[in-house]
């Protein structure tokens, strides 16, 4: 399903912002030289996150949170979230609101597959795949993200194995 998403405008709270910066996700990034350049002049931020977390608390309730992220590289790869999987397996939706982007997906035995995100595009997580979304465009991405309110985030994978894929600028 597509939805038009002509003459939309978005209102994003302060209050509900969470700011990731270069410097909060080193080791997430294959070129760790460039990392260390790029943080001897300046600590970007790579993207922001504005959570919503459901008034009701517990099973059953649903969060939302919008993402914006940068657009730009560190040594060739492009800016991306961290990426998780569940701590508790439920799936997610993702809906593009502006820019291009791919949805990385990646299954417990490190199987990958990517999603195009795109504006009025719905991308579906299944549960239990770990994802990270990828800024492979000129301008910001931004995309809201639905998903079970209990269903936790876990870091911890993903920062000690990785994806198994990396996206990278092209060179021509
Ligand atoms: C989406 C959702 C959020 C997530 C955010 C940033 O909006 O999946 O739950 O927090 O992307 O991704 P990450 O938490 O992996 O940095
Ligand atoms: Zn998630």
């Given at each position: 399903m597509d939805l038009d998403l002509r003459n939309f405008s978005l209102h994003l709270d302060e209050n509900q912002r969470t700011v990731r910066r270069l410097s909060d996700m080193k080791g997430f990034y294959a070129d760790q030289e460039a990392v260390a350049q790029i943080l001897k002049e300046s600590d970007p931020v790579i993207y922001e996150v504005y959570a919503c977390e459901s008034e009701e608390e517990g099973p059953g309730n649903l969060s939302y949170a919008l993402t914006v992220i940068n657009p730009g590289d560190v040594g060739g790869e492009y800016y991306m979230t961290k990426g998780h999987f569940h701590h508790k397996p439920s799936a997610e939706l993702y809906l593009g609101l502006e820019?291009?982007?791919?949805?990385?997906?990646?299954?417990?035995?490190?199987?990958?597959?990517?999603?195009?995100?795109?504006?009025?595009?719905?991308?579906?997580?299944?549960?239990?795949?770990?994802?990270?979304?990828?800024n492979t465009g000129r301008s910001q991405l931004r995309f809201l993200a639905i998903y079970q309110s209990d269903s936790g985030h876990d870091y911890g994978t993903i920062e000690k194995e990785g994806f198994r894929e990396r996206i990278l600028v092209q060179k021509n």
């Open positions: 820019g291009e982007g791919i949805l990385l997906l990646q299954d417990r035995e490190g199987n990958t597959r990517r999603i195009p995100l795109l504006p009025g595009r719905v991308s579906y997580v299944p549960a239990n795949y770990a994802h990270r979304s990828i």
